[in-house]
């Protein structure tokens, strides 16, 4: 093609691209493959399940193998179509730039024609994506992105296929990377875990999964290790509705993802989160986030973990098995204002839930079940199940579950746990950072700056969570105020 040629066909390229664009997206492929997926899921569920009888999968599987086939030719049907939009707003726009159909026809066999198209198509549907967001302010995420999500996270096969692959493709130098002294922040919601996170990622001295890893957080090396940008990635206020801000670089609670692919317990399952105790998972885990520090040096990070993930209150023992020098930060709060934190965000998730269900997906895939539609309380004690939906509406379910997670906690303590007095922290959170400098061996100084950006956040407890607040929650929190560590006890020499 000569370079005249190419210029007056620019319009027609970009018409091409518009136009195949916006039929991909307002025909049914999405949901069509969305479907396929999910129904090729229900297939290996009936049929690896001990719980179904034979009579049924085989009334069951046939049923399932017709919805497959006939989303199949759907879909079949949907890229035909696409692509005979495409052959025919190409040949409609450039016969006459190019000198009639069969000269217009000859170009379809260029190497160069596939590539502009593509670069065009790619264009528009990032500036599309990018506009879309802007006018829907309520939104998220776009219909693109709740796609790819669905297709890395929903299906637990396609999860673990994706783990597989990501570890065939690391070299084998991975497998060597030394994990020394990762740190763990875990407690229960609403204790400060974030704020914890935040700060020492921001130190400088840590790798951690951030929103960049989304949404295959199975893939750390080859999706993960796409390089970090050099320019501060913009951030806004996160569903909590608590002040705290993230963006796409901000580390976020990503690992409990692993924990769902791999552990006999699915975030599927209905019923509470149990303690996990699966030996045979050590070593996977340990490869696991091998790729994630390698991908941090490989990054210029340090690579040394860091990872923050309530629900490894559970399985504290296994992590001290996998890393017997890791370091656990347990921080608390005055079970009044953590219990009022508690039940507002149940009641904030609730009403969210019901307005977004792709949200109430995401935090699904995620395992976050700390609030919302689908809470699922931490079984460490005798009254962690709530009666029914209204029992989680009383600040004193509330109560007796901060009571119950805490004493579990206190009771199962392994060796590296650093208890953090949250509320001690907020008063006085230079000296409280230096403290944990000194602890966490890091840099002196390294955390000064997030003195200025910690808020007591102190609000008015309600009259109803007051009284509520027992004698046995009272007690507990000054057993943890005398195991946590503070400047006092711990000045430097």
Known sequence: MQDTSLLTLIPAWLGCAIISVEAFLR?????????????????????????ISDHWKERVVPAYARQILLRSLTLAACLLLILLVLVTSWVLLASWPAGGITAALDMLMHWQWHVLVFVAAWAWAMWRTRRQRAAAAAEDYSEGDKFLHRLALASPSTRVWIDDLDQRIAPASVASTAITAPVYVCALARAGTTVLLQALYESGQFTAQTYRAMPFVMAPWTWGGLRKSKHKSKTKQRAHGD????????????????????????????????????????????????RISARGQRR????????????????????????PDALILMPFRDPAAHVQSLLGQHKRFLKRHSQDPFSLEYMDWLGHHEFGAHFRPFRVGPRCLPADAEALLNPVYWVDYWCDVYRFLLHSEPTGVLWWDHDAFVAEPLAYLELLEQKLALPSGCLEPWAEKVSPGQRDILDTVQAAVSDEARELHQQLRARAINPEQNARG
């Not at 990872?307 to 992590?319: A, D, M």
């Open 27 to 51: 025909l049914p492929l999405v949901a069509n493959i969305q479907s396929l997926n999910q129904t090729a899921v229900k297939v290996v569920s009936v049929i690896g399940s001990a719980r």
């Open 243 to 290: 002040a705290l801000e993230v963006g796409i670089d901000s580390p976020e609670a990503f690992e409990e993802v692993f924990w769902n692919t791999r552990s006999p317990q699915p975030a599927s399952d209905a019923q509470p989160l149990q303690e996990t105790a699966a030996p045979e998972l050590l070593e996977r885990y340990r490869g696991y986030v091998r």
């Open 300 to 323: 210029g990070e340090s690579g040394r973990y860091l990872c923050k993930n309530n629900n490894n209150v559970l399985r504290l023992p296994l992590l001290r098995s996998a890393f």
